[in-house]
């Protein structure tokens, strides 16, 4: 007969047993919220804040905007870099600069656990989320497409005949080919 031994098992104590429960993962995940969303109501970065680090933003996304753009993976990569960085003041095109803020309104909202700034312009009159701000860093979503940096009309003269029957084009390039209907008799070689 195998005997227990009662040297092998050792009974959890109090706090391991609370700690390894359901009750006990939830109450701990709860108070790490709970500290999280302190941390976070304290750390609202301000109207003043915000307003500044968007400003920088928007020079950066200026200056980074004098090349071509491949896709919005180029837009998303500028936008972590200009979480972390500011805009150098030398290069920031002066006249550009104007031009955005001619056509285009900043808006900053405070809330209670972030702040979020909104874009307003012709082409987003609703307003369109670029800046969010939380534990006391702003992060950027600004797209260069967003912003609307000239206007005028879409089309020249309106009553402007679109098609026209005649075309005279300025150089000569060749004879109208002799086009009879094509129909397809088969294959001749068979």
């Known amino acids: 007969m195998d005997q227990f031994n009662t040297n092998t098992y050792k009974k959890q104590g109090v706090m391991q047993e609370f700690l390894h429960s359901c009750f006990g993962k939830l109450l701990i995940f709860f108070i790490i919220a709970l500290i999280l969303l302190i941390i976070a109501i304290m750390t609202v970065p301000s109207t003043d804040v915000m307003r500044a680090e968007m400003d920088d933003n928007i020079r950066q996304c200026l200056i980074d905007n004098d090349s071509i753009h491949g896709d919005g993976l ?3 990569i500028h936008n972590i870099g200009r979480t972390f ?3 150098d ?3 920031v095109n002066q006249e550009m600069l104007e031009t955005f803020n001619k056509y285009n309104k900043l808006e900053i ?3 209670a656990l972030f702040t979020t700034a909104y874009l307003y312009n012709n082409l987003n009159p609703e307003g ?4 969010l701000g939380l534990y006391n860093t702003v992060i950027s979503m600004l797209y260069y497409n967003d912003f609307v940096m000239s206007t005028g009309a879409v089309r020249g003269n309106y ?3 679109l098609i026209k029957d ?3 084009p300025d150089e000569y390039i060749g004879e109208n080919p002799n086009l009879k209907p094509y129909h397809y008799k088969g294959n001749p070689d068979d």
């Open 74 to 76: 180029d837009e998303t």
């Open 85 to 87: 960085t500011y805009a």
């Open 89 to 91: 003041s030398a290069a």
């Open 109 to 111: 909202y405070r809330h």
């Open 128 to 131: 369109i989320r670029v800046g």
């Open 159 to 161: 009553n402007e005949q």
């Open 166 to 168: 005649t075309y005279v």
